[in-house]
């Protein structure tokens, strides 16, 4: 017991020496240093000029707009879809399918379970009914692919921008470099290059993620194409076939 108050005395001792001697050491070293250098973002934005506020405001547009795109698609099931494939192996076997489908969060859902209601009910032509699936069928794509052009958009252009903004600034360098006497500096043609090149590599930055999540976007769509057009080409054999006999 004697042993661990010693000890804990002098814990004690030592920490108060060591925040004494922080206390008084430190901010003075602190106060010393010579100015911290700006940070990446600062440096970018200063020597970018407008093009790189331009990129910047291009990402700050396609950000929100991959958000939501991301979050219905979530919310659809898109990537989900085996709770209709199982609806369609139902209706392929002969049994009711329309009113599971019409439970199902999937986009295509609604349009399917319609296809196989009025192709049971005889109410509607083939050919109308075709028409009628096909109209709806492209609105529902076209619902799908709202606004995925402008990540595209955003993907094709931010490294032109990029690019424009690096030949501006290495115009200004060479100008520089070609009013000054006495040669060429080599550190300050350096200097001005790879402040140019900053707007190249910031264009690139944006435009990677944004042509990563377009591609992705745009391929969950064509999933959907394929599985609509798949279950109604199967949906009004199945309807025609039934007509004839």
């Not at 973002?41 to 700050?60: E, Y």
């Not at 609105?139 to 993907?155: D, F, G, M, P, T």
């Amino acid at each position: 017991m004697l042993l661990s108050r010693n000890f804990l005395k002098s814990a004690g001792f030592s920490a108060v020496i060591l925040c004494a001697f922080l206390w008084a050491f430190v901010p003075a070293a602190f106060a010393q240093e010579a100015p911290a250098e700006p940070g990446f973002w600062t440096l970018l934005f200063d020597k970018g000029g407008v093009v790189t506020w331009v990129i910047a405001l291009l990402s700050a547009i396609g950000l929100p707009i991959a958000g939501v795109k991301l979050y219905q698609f979530y919310c659809m099931d898109i990537w989900r879809p085996k709770h209709l494939t199982e609806a369609l192996s139902t209706y392929r076997n002969g049994e009711v399918a329309a009113p599971t489908l019409s439970t199902l969060t999937h986009p295509a859902a609604a349009l399917l379970a319609f296809a196989i209601t009025q192709a049971q009910s005889g109410a509607m032509t083939s050919a109308l009914l075709r028409e009628e699936l096909s109209r709806r069928a492209q609105y529902l794509l076209r619902h799908l692919s709202r606004n995925i052009w402008v990540l595209e958009l955003i993907a094709a252009s931010a490294p032109l921008f990029g690019l424009l903004g690096t030949v501006l600034g290495m115009i200004v360098a060479f100008q520089g470099v070609g009013q000054g006497g006495g040669g060429a500096d080599t550190a300050i043609l350096a200097s001005g290059i790879w402040e140019a090149l900053l707007t190249t590599a910031f264009g690139l930055a944006v435009a990677l993620p944004f042509s990563m999540l377009s591609a992705i976007l745009n391929n969950a769509v064509d999933d959907v194409r394929d599985l609509v057009e798949d279950a109604l080409s199967d949906i009004l054999v199945r309807s025609e076939s039934a007509n004839q006999q």
